[in-house]
């Protein structure tokens, strides 16, 4: 079964700092992934889609791929008390018609 | 900026009730789907709708589930005799294409009392 993996927290962080979250997927032929955010009682929100190996930078945001590891994971700058939420992690693999979500990290920031 | 909408926010239902969420796809999108997400859990695929038909659907999505695109921009997702464990939020989500990003709407909460 395809999976995706994240640690579900919480994971606390101070104002400002940098928050990273991680995330890894079992089937090698995934091709798109995702981050979203989710507030509590709410829908996934799109932050960053990320297709190829490396970096990709939006304003806070940097989504980094590493498909030989299987393994992405999400950067977020000048961490505000807004942030604090729940982080989605999300795939689509080449074959399926799909987007497999992981459970999701909390993330707390600290003022 | 486009959205999907869906309607109702909430919907309290009785066991055994039939159950009809609607969804509004963003207009140029192709490709339609429809998630689950029970409290506190995981955000868990149901099905996928492409071409008037589904094109994937889970363990999850049985025969008490349909879908439906009945007009040009409505994307339905039926339960036909709710049970208690039904409860939960349902997301609609739309993508453009195969492989980008999906979009999903604000969600249905459907208490089965």
């Known amino acids: 079964q395809k999976e995706v993996e994240q640690n579900s927290g919480p994971l606390s962080v101070p104002e400002g700092a940098i928050a990273s979250l991680n995330c890894t997927y079992s089937?090698?032929?995934?091709?798109?992934f995702f981050w979203y955010r989710q507030y509590s009682g709410k829908s996934p929100e799109l932050i960053m889609s990320?297709?190829?190996?490396g970096d990709k930078e939006d304003g806070r945001f940097t989504a980094q791929l590493n498909k030989a590891s299987q393994y992405v994971s999400l950067l977020i700058r000048d961490s505000q008390p807004s942030d604090s939420a729940t982080y989605l992690c999300?795939?689509?693999?080449?074959?399926?018609?799909?987007?497999?979500f992981g459970k999701g990290t909390r993330l707390h920031i600290l003022p | 900026e486009p959205e999907v909408t869906q309607t109702p926010s909430h919907q309290v239902t009785q066991m055994g009730q039939e159950v009809i969420l609607r969804c509004v796809p963003i207009?140029?999108?192709?490709?339609f789907y429809w998630y689950r997400q029970i409290l506190g859990q995981k955000v868990e695929f149901l099905v996928s709708?492409?071409?008037?038909?589904?094109?994937?659907k889970s363990e999850i999505f049985d025969d008490q589930f349909s879908v439906e695109r009945p007009d040009g921009s409505n994307f339905t997702l039926k339960i036909r005799s709710t049970k208690l464990e039904d409860s939960a939020m349902y997301f609609c989500?739309?993508?453009?294409?195969?492989?980008?990003?999906?979009?999903f709407g604000q969600g249905t909460r459907l208490t089965v009392v």
């Open positions: 989500a739309s993508t453009r294409d195969r492989n980008t990003e999906a979009f």
């Open positions: 089937d090698r032929v995934s091709q798109s």
């Open positions: 990320i297709y190829s190996n």
């Open positions: 999300a795939v689509r693999t080449r074959t399926d018609d799909k987007i497999i």
């Open positions: 207009s140029n999108h192709l490709y």
């Open positions: 709708f492409y071409n008037n038909e589904i094109s994937e």
